[in-house]
């Protein structure tokens, strides 16, 4: 630290020195770019390794199959006694339980409606296993980027073949989303939580206070 801080006050003395015009351009070394990019175990081990480390960030998770799907959907409702949900307008048919209450989106749902529902359903584009992270772009099994902040309580959705191991896998699929469509990307890593001065823990700041995490074993 001593010599590095040394030789940026050399620098700044050589710039600033009298008759001195322009500083001089310093040549940077390249530096190795050789961390690892890929996880290449199998895709059942990166859905469990997900799933144990969103668990980690106290979001509820349950891995189901698509017969289950909707009757999980009910039972994580009911357990945060939620009846009035909203979802996307493409949320898939077979992600929408008869049993409760569903409000499609639409522009004229303002923040102020939508704090007024009980929760949210969403998709997702892609998850990642290393940081037990879910990737949003308002696609359209997702929404609006305010659905998944605003609701109290997140229900997300996620086909097990969404998951990768690392950031840059899941970067290599958002960068083009980024690019093309010029779509906000929203990350989740369980409920929204932040800690004031004291270190108290506060849930719900900048999001759901509860999110549960739905893995289906096939993609619909």
């Known amino acids: 630290m001593s010599s590095a801080r040394e030789e940026i006050l050399a620098r700044v003395r050589a710039a600033t020195a009298p008759g001195t015009t322009a500083i001089a351009a310093t040549a940077i070394a390249p530096r190795s770019r050789a961390y690892r990019r ?55 048919d077979a992600w929408r339980p008869a049993e409760l209450e569903l409000l499609a989106d639409n522009p004229a749902l303002t923040p102020h409606a939508l704090d007024k529902l009980d929760g949210v359903v969403t998709g997702c584009t892609v998850a990642i296993a290393e940081t037990g992270t879910i990737a949003l772009t308002s696609s359209p099994r997702e929404g609006r980027r305010l659905l998944s902040l605003i609701p109290d309580l997140h229900i997300c959705i996620v086909n097990a073949d ?19 469509d010029r779509h906000p990307i929203t990350l989740i890593s369980g409920p929204s939580a932040t800690s004031d001065i004291e ?22």
């Open 162 to 180: 969404q998951v990768v191991g690392t950031v840059p896998e899941a970067i290599a699929q958002l960068g083009p989303i980024v690019r093309n």
């Open 38 to 92: 890929v996880d290449e175990r199998p895709q059942d081990e990166l859905v469990a390794l997900f799933c144990e480390r969103i668990r980690d960030y106290t979001a509820e998770v349950q891995r189901v199959s698509i017969a289950q799907l909707q009757h999980a959907i009910d039972a994580a409702a009911a357990c945060h006694s939620a009846r009035r949900l909203l979802i996307p307008a493409a949320l898939p």
């Open 199 to 220: 270190l108290q823990r506060v849930e719900g700041v900048h999001g759901p206070r509860k999110l549960v995490v739905l893995v289906i074993e096939q993609s619909v």
